[in-house]
Nanobody
Framework: QVQLVESGGGLVQAGASLRLSCAAS????????MGWFRQAPGKEREFVAA????????YYADSVKGRFTISKDSAKNTVYLQMNSLKAEDTAVYYC?????????????????WGQGTQVTVSS
């Protein structure tokens, strides 16, 4: 099993930045595709960003391109989501996810493991 623990969420004003972290533990963490999703109240979980574990291939949702950056530190088994120029519409619970096939997936059903989520609230 793989355990994922997110951290770094909080309450910020519009225009501010936050960096989310996702620490992985448990099963040997190799060749996993990693993704960030978010879910706002009353809405479905939506894709934010994804990265391949070795190749560094990344994908972003159109709504966050140019503002968010996904990265990884393989030595620390940690994935990050740097969020700049935050907007009120970025408010959501952010989830980290991992899949065993190193797929840079953009849908929730492509992922096998999920963290518990971290709340990000952006005030306008």
């Amino acid at each position: 099993q793989v355990q994922l623990v997110e951290s770094g969420g909080g309450l910020v004003q519009a225009g501010a930045s936050l960096r989310l972290s996702c620490a992985a533990s448990g099963r040997t963490f190799s060749r996993y595709g990693m993704g960030w999703f978010r879910q706002a109240p009353g809405k479905e979980r939506e894709f934010v960003a994804a990265i391949s574990w070795y190749g560094g291939t990344t994908y972003y949702a159109d709504s966050v391109k140019g503002r968010f950056t996904i990265s990884k530190d393989s030595a620390k088994n940690t994935v990050y989501l740097q969020m700049n120029s935050l907007k009120a519409e970025d408010t959501a619970v952010y989830y980290c996810a991992a899949n065993m096939l190193n797929v840079v997936g953009q849908t929730p059903n492509e992922y096998d493991y999920w963290g518990q989520g971290t709340q990000v609230t952006v005030s306008s």
